[in-house]
């Protein structure tokens, strides 16, 4: 039985391997944080970290995710996503919040990656998750305001 590992933690399950990772972490693994948008990989809302870098899990096979890590926002834990998640609370970011999982996992990654990002950086790491809210200007405050959090 193929197996994944997910949050720290191995997990086999029985599905095929074209099934999408979005549908293995909820329908198999009850992992219900990592949200369903658009099914195309174009909302984001889906995003999750495999072997450390944001994916849209609902257009990555199961086949592919196997043999990496992946990290939902359940099992999200590091000092960029700790920031992100204080930032998001100071600052008010959710609305209806539907997005804000997908969100936080793409700007925690963005952080990890890039501790002093421009706004430029945050507008193009952040381009791919939606937000029907439209709280943009909120969101890249908060990974400004993650990122001072981060240097100081």
């Known amino acids: 039985m193929p197996a ?10 029985a599905v095929d391997a074209d099934t999408p990772l979005l549908w293995v972490l909820r329908d198999e693994l009850d992992l219900t944080g990592t949200k369903y948008g658009c099914g195309i990989a174009q909302c984001g809302a889906c995003t999750v970290h495999v072997g450390g870098e944001p994916m849209r899990s609902c257009s990555v096979p199961f086949s592919v995710a196997e043999s990496q890590e992946v990290t939902t926002i359940e099992g999200l834990a590091s000092d960029a996503a700790t920031a992100v998640q204080e930032a998001w609370i100071a600052l008010d970011v ?10 936080i996992m793409a700007a925690a990654a963005l952080l990890a990656s890039n501790p002093e990002p421009s706004d430029e950086d945050i507008d193009s790491a952040m381009a791919g998750n939606i937000c029907r809210c439209a709280t ?14 981060l240097s100081a």
């Open 94 to 103: 959710v609305q209806c919040g539907y997005c804000q999982s997908g969100q």
């Open 136 to 149: 943009y200007q909120r969101i890249r405050a908060a990974i400004h305001r993650a990122a001072e959090q």
């Open 4 to 13: 994944l590992k997910i949050n720290g933690q191995s997990h086999e399950v």
